[in-house]
């Protein structure tokens, strides 16, 4: 189930974006994002996101997960494209053409996606669901590690006290997104590359705890440290012997 959701948070963000975007310029002034002047934008997001994560994580398989995913986001670019031509926005026509031509491609990319045809290996079920379990281990620790750090990061960010804690929070949302989760997606195939991104988080996470004296970066500084060093020792799986689409 933990996969699915991912998979789900993955195919369902610049969809959840193009929502937000649809009903920024349908509503106009009335709907405020900015927290600065009152707005929930991130709230507004965030939520979007989830729903439309949720939609896609009850799908069956992994194909068609991603599959829904492309379509969705299509979908909500042409909305988004129309929204901007109904309006009259400042550059509407050129931003509905990329948009549209984006759609377009998303499209064909889900309609050429299809799973690999793998070829049978006679060997007891046992052993293969007790192979995986003792090699991915690592890679699951490092999921819910990932998750932590997220949470984490979001709450100092919107709860945190003080500017310096929110600033904080920021940053860990921007390392997590944007250097944990990305390596992290691909360590199945390059484990020591997703090891040497970790170890790098981790090295910005201690500079922020050793300028800041803050307790959840130095708690996060640890943990992600120790899954970079599982991660640089984790098995490597061959792409051909996955469930990877192509």
């Known amino acids: 189930m933990f996969e699915r959701l991912?998979?789900?948070?993955?195919?369902?963000?610049?969809?959840?974006?193009?929502?937000?975007?649809?009903?920024?310029?349908?509503?106009?002034?009335?709907?405020?994002?900015?927290?600065?002047?009152?707005g929930m934008g991130a709230w507004w997001f965030i939520a979007a996101w989830l729903l439309l994560s949720a939609m896609i994580a009850v799908l069956p398989e992994a194909i068609v997960r991603w599959k829904a995913g492309l379509?969705?986001?299509?979908?909500?670019?042409v909305v988004t494209a129309l929204a901007g031509l109904r309006q009259d926005v400042p550059l509407a026509v050129e931003m509905s053409v990329s948009l549209?031509?984006?759609?377009?491609?998303?499209?064909?990319?889900?309609?050429?996606?299809?799973?690999?045809?793998?070829?049978?290996i006679?060997?007891?079920?046992?052993?293969?669901?007790?192979a995986r379990t003792a090699t991915?281990?690592?890679?699951r620790l490092s999921w819910w590690v990932l998750a932590l750090c997220m949470l984490e990061a979001f709450r100092l960010s919107h709860l945190g006290i003080g500017d310096q804690q929110k600033a904080i929070g920021c940053l860990g949302m921007l390392?997590?997104?944007f250097v944990m989760l990305p390596s992290l997606s691909v360590s199945t195939w390059y484990p020591r590359l997703a090891s040497a991104c970790w170890l790098l988080s981790a090295v910005f996470l201690a500079g922020v705890a050793w300028t800041s004296s803050n307790i959840s970066s130095?708690?996060?500084?640890?943990?992600?440290?120790?899954?970079?060093s599982l991660l640089w020792f984790a098995v490597r799986q061959d792409t051909d012997k996955s469930e990877l689409p192509q």
């Open 6 to 38: 991912m998979t789900g948070l993955h195919a369902s963000l610049v969809a959840a974006f193009a929502v937000l975007a649809t009903a920024a310029v349908m509503l106009g002034r009335g709907f405020e994002l900015l927290a600065a002047t009152g």
């Open 71 to 77: 379509r969705i986001t299509a979908i909500a670019l």
């Open 100 to 120: 549209i031509v984006l759609a377009a491609l998303l499209l064909f990319a889900a309609s050429r996606l299809q799973a690999r045809v793998l070829k049978k």
């Open 122 to 130: 006679n060997r007891p079920q046992a052993a293969v669901t007790v």
């Open 136 to 139: 991915d281990w690592p890679r």
């Open 175 to 177: 390392i997590a997104f």
């Open 218 to 228: 130095a708690g996060g500084t640890v943990l992600v440290a120790m899954c970079a």
